[in-house]
């Protein structure tokens, strides 16, 4: 019995993360602040070095003592981070489960444990299939959070499984707010250019339906490059629940000098 207990023990750390939306299996964790799920895009318009510097972009993001300060700020100074990636509704994984983050030591070892994750896939674009595995993983969370948050980002539309803009109304009619960053390719090919610039644009779409419920909004990008600049304006903002008077508006971010509402200082 020992041997074989052994055995399931070494396979449950050796195995990948599973792919497909699915139930996630329940976690009891501390009353917290937040619990974020960060859904990430890694479809086959993401190239390597893209994905890389996404990767980047959240370790320093959540490296930023800004981004640890606003964590400490709140009422219970915690928050619960999730990490899912996507590309087709078949190719969706849970690769960082729920973890506490209350300082910079516990922020830094979330980040390089998601620096060091592998690519979990690549093909199509499903944001609802994302999306599903973010509702799963909140439905999993045995814990207290003042606020649930899925934080969406990508660079291009839904174009594979359920319908986005059902799977968001579902989520809002839950109590979930679901935040966009937009990353716009300015130089698509043609075969592409329907999906990363529909009409209207990717942050109007996002918008349109991807985002939604209280104080949500859109960040946008123009280069992989000002990705973890975003980043760490998009966390400050939703860990510190700033007000967006517009409701679900579309903010640029242009490298150093963009800030979302509320001025957030730059890091010296």
Known sequence: MRWVLACCLVLAVALPPLHGARAADPVALPAVDLALVLVSDVSRSIDPSEFDLQKQGYFAAFTDRRVVAAIQGGALGAIAVSYVEFAAAGDVATVLG????????SARAFA????????????????????????????????????????????????????????????????????????????????????????????????????????SFVLEVHAFADFGAAMTRKLISEIAALPHPAGRVALTAAGDGATLPGQIPQQE
């Open 98 to 105: 729920w973890t506490v983050i209350r300082d910079a030591a």
């Open 112 to 215: 390089e444990r998601l620096r060091a994750a592998p690519r979990s896939a690549s093909g199509r674009t499903s944001i609802s299939a994302g999306l599903r595995q973010g509702l799963a993983e909140l439905a999993a969370l045995r814990s207290e959070a003042g606020r649930r948050v899925i934080d969406v980002c990508g660079d291009g539309t839904n174009n594979n499984g359920e319908d986005v803009a059902a799977v968001r109304d579902e989520a809002v009619e839950g109590g979930i707010t679901i935040n966009g960053l937009a990353i716009i390719n300015d130089h698509p090919v043609s075969w592409n250019f329907a999906h990363v610039q529909p009409p209207g644009g990717l942050a109007n779409y996002y918008r349109a339906e991807v985002t939604g419920g209280p104080g």
